[in-house]
């Protein structure tokens, strides 16, 4: 069998207290970073990959999850950016209610911003594009168009939590272990 690339083989970094530093996107780092940060004594390995690097001095089995050595804290107030409403409102239209991928979903004002509306938390929804385009420049009163959810500012938590219920395509075996994905557990 074929060994992986060496790019296939990035490192789940971990904060101190084990958890990911991020869920969405989830907090990897290339190969070369991991092995950089081992060296530095930066982070401890907790896993690896049955892959090797090695040097004319060294032969080192790639991290597959490292954790930090010093715990970073992570900001209570995300950053306003469209994937974070996308995530906020998990990745559904919050007028029809449907999901969509993140590529197909446009953010709409409420509160059109050619009648005062501005572009905060409390004022951006994710929209699908034909409810965008339905809804248009009116305000939700005159297109009978109103969201499935008031749009407010999350915190960090709530993005992690909704995060964890879109899993990427790719979980090595060694990280599900520190990966809280909305999936049943197997029994004992």
Known sequence: MAQPSLESCPALVLNADFRPLSYFPLSL???????????????????????????????MALPSVISLKDFVATSRRPAFTRFNVFLRD????????????????????????????????ENVVSACEGCNLRK???????????????????????????????????????????????TELDPW
């Open 29 to 59: 780092w290339p190969w070369q970073e991991a092995i950089k940060a081992v060296f530095l004594d930066r982070v401890n390995i907790i896993a690896t990959y049955d892959r090797f690097v090695a040097s004319p001095r060294l032969r």
């Open 90 to 121: 998990r990745f559904t239209c919050q007028y029809c209610g449907q999901p969509f991928p993140s590529h197909q979903l446009t953010f709409d004002h409420v509160v059109p911003r050619s009648r005062g509306g501005q572009t905060t938390w």
């Open 136 to 182: 248009g420049n009116r305000l939700p009163e005159q297109a009978g168009m109103y969201p499935l959810v008031r749009p407010q500012q999350p915190t960090t938590g709530q993005l992690q939590r909704n995060g964890r219920a879109f899993p990427p395509n790719f979980l090595h075996e060694s990280w599900r272990d520190f990966l809280y994905w909305d």
